[in-house]
């Protein structure tokens, strides 16, 4: 079982940058496979980064490539996702999730979700 708990969403300016966090519960948290996805009013939940167990491997939808970067410490239990170069586009209720297998980028494929922190990003 593992519990997420998403925060560092906000209000922020285009151009900007925001660097929200996921703490996740559990022992075994260092063997779950780690993803961000994001869900804007009127849209379906999509896929934005992933992170396998140990931080090696890692990947990105192509809307945000180059601009946001997931990372994990698996001694704090934590999951992060640097966002730079924010855009209007980029705002939407961003959810981390979690598995027990290497991550995909389906959200139907992951068992586990925080409540979900707001970005808002003004032009």
């Known amino acids: 079982q593992v519990q997420l708990v998403e925060s560092g969403g906000g209000l922020v300016q285009a151009g900007g940058s925001l660097r929200l966090s996921c703490a996740a519960s559990g022992r075994t948290f260092s063997s779950y496979g780690m993803g961000w996805f994001r869900q804007a009013p009127g849209k379906e939940r999509e896929f934005v980064a992933t992170i396998t167990w140990s931080g090696g491997s890692t990947r990105y939808a192509k809307s945000v490539q180059g601009r946001f970067t997931i990372s994990r410490d698996n001694a704090k239990n934590m999951v992060y996702l640097q966002m730079n170069s924010l855009k209007p586009e980029d705002t939407a209720v961003y959810y981390c999730?979690?598995?027990?297998?290497?991550?995909?980028?389906?959200?139907?494929?992951?068992?586990?979700w925080g409540q979900g922190t707001q970005v808002t990003v003004s032009s």
């Open positions: 999730g979690a598995r027990t297998m290497e991550p995909g980028t389906s959200r139907d494929e992951y068992t586990y």
